[in-house]
């Protein structure tokens, strides 16, 4: 059993940047991966973008791709996404997911929700105009 909780969101105008954290607990992570999604109201959940746990390989979405980076720190057990240049279209609720399902990163699976067996809660991202 894993259990992710989400960190990192707020308010912040259009052009600003905001540092997303997930902390996992629970079990140790082997040959797993950590990915975002995020969810806008009325819309369904899209990825964003998702790390390996032990080698660091990473795939973006096409929407923020330049924009988004997620990264990893294995000893605190934790994978952050840094937003910068945000968007008003950027607006969603922001959930990490995790799997320990075998699979390609670079493939069509990594962005699938159903590849992902634990979800944290969601933190809040509005993004102003």
């Known amino acids: 059993q894993v259990q992710l909780v989400e960190s990192g969101g707020g308010l912040v105008q259009a052009g600003g940047s905001l540092r997303l954290s997930c902390t996992a607990s629970g079990r140790t992570f082997s040959n797993s991966a950590v990915g975002w999604f995020r969810q806008g109201t009325g819309k369904e959940r899209e990825f964003v973008a998702v790390i390996t746990w032990s080698g660091g390989s990473t795939v973006y979405a096409d929407p923020v791709k330049g924009r988004f980076t997620i990264s990893r720190d294995n000893a605190k057990m934790t994978v952050y996404l840094q937003m910068n240049s945000l968007k008003p279209e950027d607006t969603a609720v922001y959930y990490c997911?995790?799997?320990?399902?075998?699979?390609?990163?670079?493939?069509?699976?990594?962005?699938?929700?159903?590849?992902?067996?634990?979800w944290g809660q969601g933190t809040q991202v509005t993004v102003s105009s």
């Open positions: 997911a995790a799997t320990n399902r075998p699979f390609m990163i670079r493939s069509f699976a990594a962005t699938l929700r159903s590849t992902y067996d634990y």
